[in-house]
Nanobody, 124 residues
Framework: QVQLVESGGGLVQAGGSLRLSCAAS????????MGWFRQAPGKEREFVAG????????SYADSVKGRFTISGDNAKNTVYLQMNSLKPEDTAVYYC?????????????????WGQGTQVTVSS
């Protein structure tokens, strides 16, 4: 079992930055692949970024490529999402997710564990 707790969301102006954190407990971070997803009101949950088990590979949605960076800290059992050049369309609840398999796919259904989410609001 893995428990995930997100933090770092908030209100920011367009062009600003935020860093989201996801602390994992119950299983070593190095034994799971991690992903960040987001869900805006009235929309389906969508993949944002993923990092493979052990951190050797990362992937991003086209909409955030070049602006967001996912990284992990094994010692702290934490994965981060650094978000720069934020846009109003980035407004959503952001969720972190973990899966026992090595890769971090874009399908939400492939993940075994989910956090409770953190709200990110970008004002124009």
């Amino acid at each position: 079992q893995v428990q995930l707790v997100e933090s770092g969301g908030g209100l920011v102006q367009a062009g600003g930055s935020l860093r989201l954190s996801c602390a994992a407990s119950g299983r070593a971070f190095s034994s799971v692949a991690m992903g960040w997803f987001r869900q805006a009101p009235g929309k389906e949950r969508e993949f944002v970024a993923g990092i493979s088990r052990g951190g050797g590979s990362t992937s991003y949605a086209d909409s955030v490529k070049g602006r967001f960076t996912i990284s992990g800290d094994n010692a702290k059992n934490t994965v981060y999402l650094q978000m720069n050049s934020l846009k109003p369309e980035d407004t959503a609840v952001y969720y972190c997710a973990a899966r026992r398999n090595p890769s971090a796919p874009i399908l939400a259904g492939a993940y075994d564990y989910w956090g409770q989410g953190t709200q990110v609001t970008v004002s124009s």
